[in-house]
T-cell receptor
Framework: EAGVTQFPSHSVIEKGQTVTLRCDPI?????LYWYRRVMGKEIKFLLHFVKESKQDESGMPNNRFLAERTGGTYSTLKVQPAELEDSGVYFC???????????FGEGSRLTVL | LAKTTQPISMDSYEGQEVNITCSHNNIATNDYITWYQQFPSQGPRFIIQ???TKVTNEVASLFIPADRKSSTLSLPRVSLSDTAVYYCLVGDSPRNTDKLIFGTGTRLQVFP
């Protein structure tokens, strides 16, 4: 069974540009989460989808970040316009039900120059 | 969610048992204790979860004393491939997993 996949694995953009990160959860997982780790900091929660609905987006840093999960399958996280402080690794995770076990992808590394 | 405190780093040698202790003095009645492992350039991976006493799976054991203010992750006979960062998380799981709070973790280095 395929795990959580994220694309791209690494993206390098200039300040002011737009980047869209994609996450494909494990098939059948209703819960989808986005986390990120910026340089030297801890992994931080961004938001949580249950199917196509945003259950909790309290961790989204500002309105430059937009997450979607149309159809309740894959999700995208768009950063527009990107700022230097957005550099870091963005992790996606999914789960089925609430078991405490989240399955993480390998992350998308974003570098903003 | 309860805050956790764990050692920043630990060293061990292959074949030894490693115990990583996590303090969570403010743990709430509904809180579970969950441990994740993270290798470089990978996402965190669930290891084990418990509420009280002892939990064991094929990877590790988790010891939780009666007061639940701390917990110890035990890795039997570590190998080089166990070199990773280990996170202790405390939260209202499994009912609410949407805000896993990752601390700094414990960086375990296993030497030959």
């Amino acid at each position: 069974e395929a795990g959580v996949t994220q694309f791209p694995s690494h993206s390098v953009i200039e300040k002011g540009q737009t980047v869209t990160l994609r996450c494909d959860p494990i098939s059948g997982h209703d819960n989808l989460y986005w986390y990120r780790r910026v340089m030297g900091k801890e992994i931080k929660f961004l938001l949580h989808f249950v199917k196509e609905s945003k259950q909790d987006e309290s961790g989204m840093p500002n309105n430059r970040f937009l997450a979607e999960r149309t159809g309740g399958t894959y999700s995208t996280l768009k950063v527009q316009p990107a700022e230097l402080e957005d550099s870091g690794v963005y992790f996606c995770a999914s789960s089925q039900g609430f078991t405490g076990e989240l399955f993480f992808g390998e992350g998308s590394r974003l570098t903003v120059l | 969610l309860a805050k956790t405190t764990q050692p920043i780093s630990m060293d061990s040698y292959e074949g030894q048992e490693v115990n990583i202790t996590c303090s969570h003095n403010n743990i709430a009645t509904n809180d579970y204790i969950t441990w994740y492992q993270q290798f470089p350039s990978q996402g965190p991976r669930f290891i084990i979860q418990g509420y009280k006493t002892k939990v064991t799976n094929e990877v590790a054991s988790l010891f939780i004393p009666a007061d639940r203010k701390s917990s110890t992750l035990s890795l039997p006979r570590v190998s080089l491939s166990d070199t990773a960062v280990y996170y202790c998380l405390v939260g209202d799981s499994p009912r609410n997993t949407d805000k896993l709070i990752f601390g700094t973790g414990t960086r375990l280095q296993v030497f030959p």
